[in-house]
């Protein structure tokens, strides 16, 4: 089945079309996959109108939504991962200790409490409905390389560890006295990659 999108940036009459879009989709496929992007951008309240589909019901109107799953991706709680990291790697712990325990209560108390996170006062989170808050931890200057050849790579290039190094150079870290987080990811080093 070919991908479908639906615009969700707007307000409340949009509730209706979210669902009937959802529910056709999952009576087309029952293992339909819903991606939610840029949470942080919807209108409060508007993702609580998926909240029959995920609820504790074998089925809604007929339709049983067990397989669909649902992934809803967000900017909410950004500053609270980046602080989290941080702790650790000024107690000498590496990124890569971080756990899910150490930070999923606070990803979930942190999106219900911020009116900017799609998922402000939400049911799916007071009614326990999201299984996993899934932090996406900030990338090293080690990452941002491993980015700049993977991009060399599939552009058929040959590595050249100079270039790599001048493009991770040229990306902001912060904080500003560490340089320890990529301030952008590696969301840059295409473009930067075309100026070398």
Known sequence: MKPQTLNLHTTSPFEDQLQTWIRGNVSACASSVFIFDEM????????????????????????????????????????????T????????????????????????????????????????????LIDYFIPFLPLEYTHVKMCVRAEMKARGSAIDEDVVTRVAEEMTFYPKGEKIYSDRGCKTVQSRLDFQ
């Open 85 to 128: 990291a941080l702790e650790f790697w000024r107690a000498g712990r590496r990124r890569e200790d971080i756990q899910l325990k150490d930070l999923e209560h606070a990803l979930s108390v942190g999106v219900f409490n911020n009116k900017h996170s799609g998922l402000w006062r939400s049911g799916l989170i007071d009614k326990s």
């Open 40 to 83: 942080d951008k919807l209108h409060p309240g508007l993702i609580d109108a998926i909240k029959p589909f995920l609820d504790y019901y074998e089925q809604v109107d007929g339709v049983s939504y067990r397989k669909a799953v649902f992934i809803f991706l967000s900017n909410a709680g950004g500053d609270l991962i980046t602080k």
